[in-house]
């Protein structure tokens, strides 16, 4: 079986959807309307709370919406300073440009591929606000160390878990340790909505704030029509979304323990070779949303050929995200050099959660022969 045409194409991932999901979907669709317009929702906020252990929820039209809400209802604004990784997808920093701030890139750990807590205190200044960290592909940011530095500096600490479904840092889930936390349901994601996210938090005041900006600025003590107190945001998840997402929550155990099954299958076999893959520190627990190889960097590497090399086996290869700084509209930063290194020699590996073994042996193969050959 050589021949390109025969072999089928390995999706660097696609959503598990089953029977359950397209019960939930029809239903919604058929009688979720009128006095049960948001019944989906509530429940779906509901098991989100309960899974995560936080107070309160708002599902969102999408993960970059929940964290734009979240920092609106912080009050971050011209002129502020929000500390995050370099390595990071333009989601995590898009938010804080659109309220006027500015993101401040920082170096990120070799290992974790997170940001660098000694590179977040050395970027404090008196205009910085809050420190964002963002769980890599699923990997754990050292939260204890940021906790620490948020409290010292008396800034906000929020998460980004849009990656982090899973995760769990010494008895505690991502996404539920910061003053907010924020996932994504995209299509990509762990669980998915098709497009969706959520915000959570447990501070009753920013509940309260961001559930206003979340209504168009209207508060739920107002008793006039259509009075918003201030200009707001519309950012809602739909009914039928929120459908698909009940369905998936009901299965979070498997979702997660699919993605698990992926990785340690990749990490066996390619463990022989000169490359690091996603950790998981003692007392912590990786969701795996990626699983993602860094080969070593003394190691001669061409990454095209990789990339090239899936492609003639019809497999879907992807990138590791480009260092922020490297973008036209941000500052370069020479000076991340670990973010510089990681970027050429890091690609994720396709993970969707029903992959079959074989598929993942027909990954490790091409993996295989491009770094034997070079
Ligand atoms: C996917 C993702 C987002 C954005 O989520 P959307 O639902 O696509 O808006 C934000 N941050 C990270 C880390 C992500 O991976």
Redesign the pocket.
């Known amino acids: 079986m050589n021949d390109k045409s025969e072999k089928s194409r390995i999706y660097y991932t696609k959503p598990s959807i089953t029977e359950r999901e397209i019960r939930y979907a029809t239903d919604a669709a058929a009688n979720g309307w009128g006095e049960h317009c948001y019944e989906y929702i509530e429940r779906f906020e509901r098991q989100f709370r309960q899974h995560l252990g936080v107070r309160h929820a708002i599902a969102t039209s999408?993960?970059?919406?929940a964290?734009h809400m979240g920092m609106a209802g912080l009050g971050i604004g011209p002129g502020d300073e929000v500390i995050l990784g370099d390595i990071?997808?333009i989601?995590?920093a898009a938010p804080i440009a659109h309220l006027g701030a500015k993101p401040v890139l920082v170096d990120v750990l070799p290992d974790t591929w997170c940001l660098d807590p000694a590179a977040v205190e050395a970027a404090i200044t008196p205009r910085t606000k809050a420190i964002l960290a963002?769980h890599?592909y699923g990997n754990l940011c050292d939260m204890d160390a940021l906790a620490a530095i948020a409290q010292r500096y008396e800034l906000h600490l929020i998460e980004?878990a849009?990656?982090a479904i899973g995760s769990i840092w010494h008895d505690r889930r991502a996404g539920s340790m910061g003053i907010f936390g924020?996932f994504?349901?995209?299509g990509t994601?762990t669980i998915t909505t098709g497009?969706?996210?959520i915000f959570v938090t447990s501070d009753d005041a920013l509940y309260e704030r961001v559930l206003t900006l979340s209504n168009h600025g209207r508060a739920r003590s107002e008793s006039r029509q259509f009075w918003p107190d201030t200009i707001g945001f519309k950012y809602k998840m739909s009914n039928l979304q929120a459908a698909v997402g009940c369905a998936q929550m009901e299965r979070i155990e498997e979702l997660v323990a699919g993605k698990r099954r992926i990785f340690e299958c990749y990490l066996d076999a390619l463990r022989d070779l000169p490359l690091r893959m996603n950790p998981e520190a003692a007392g912590t627990v990786n969701g795996y949303w990626m699983p993602t190889i860094v080969v070593d960097a003394d190691k001669a590497f061409d990454r095209a050929t990789l990339l090239a090399a899936f492609k003639a086996d019809n497999i879907d290869g992807r990138v590791f995200f480009w260092p922020l700084s490297s973008l036209p509209f941000f500052q370069d930063l020479p000076r991340n050099i670990v973010s510089q290194s990681l970027a050429g020699r890091a690609m994720n590996l396709p993970s969707y959660h029903d992959m079959a073994t074989a598929d993942i042996e027909r990954v490790c193969r091409v993996v295989r022969s491009v770094l034997r050959q070079q």
């Open positions: 999408s993960g970059t919406g964290l990071n997808w989601a995590s963002v890599l980004d849009a990656e924020a994504s349901f995209h994601k497009e969706g996210g």
